[in-house]
């Protein structure tokens, strides 16, 4: 499976932007997706997931209100709404995709099988 994450950019503090993921590949492998976010010198941190079945979301306190997360099945997408953009929220983000169904493990980075590059998002105050 490869993941291709893009809708980066720049925005001003209260802004919003959406982040797509594609899914290409075995994509009948993917169980569970989700977006993780890390700022230099500090380790990547979650930010929201789902179950692909749609039967499950989470998202971290920080961002609860705020981001919305969905996916597109038709189109193996996997999307992250990002509203009331704040200077904290700037980073790189990641999607990442994992082959298990378990739900309690949507925010565990180490249970996730693949990554895509990356995507930076910027917060200008």
């Known amino acids: 499976v490869q993941l291709q994450a893009s809708g980066g950019g720049l925005v001003q503090d209260g802004g919003s932007l959406r982040l797509s993921c594609a899914a290409s590949g075995r994509t009948s492998n993917l169980y569970q997706m989700g977006w993780f976010r890390q700022t230099p010198g500090k380790e990547r941190e979650f930010v929201s997931g789902?179950?692909?079945?749609?039967?499950?979301?989470l998202l971290a306190d920080s961002v609860k209100g705020r981001f919305i997360i969905s996916r597109d099945i038709a189109k193996n997408t996997l999307y992250l709404q990002m509203n009331s953009l704040k200077p904290a929220d700037t980073a790189v983000y990641y999607c990442?995709?994992?082959?298990?169904?378990?739900?309690?493990?949507?925010?565990?980075?180490?249970?996730?099988?693949?990554w895509g590059q990356g995507t930076l998002v910027t917060v200008s105050s």
């Open positions: 789902l179950t692909w079945s749609g039967s499950m979301t």
């Open positions: 990442a995709g994992k082959r298990r169904f378990r739900p309690s493990d949507l925010a565990v980075e180490q249970t996730y099988d693949y």
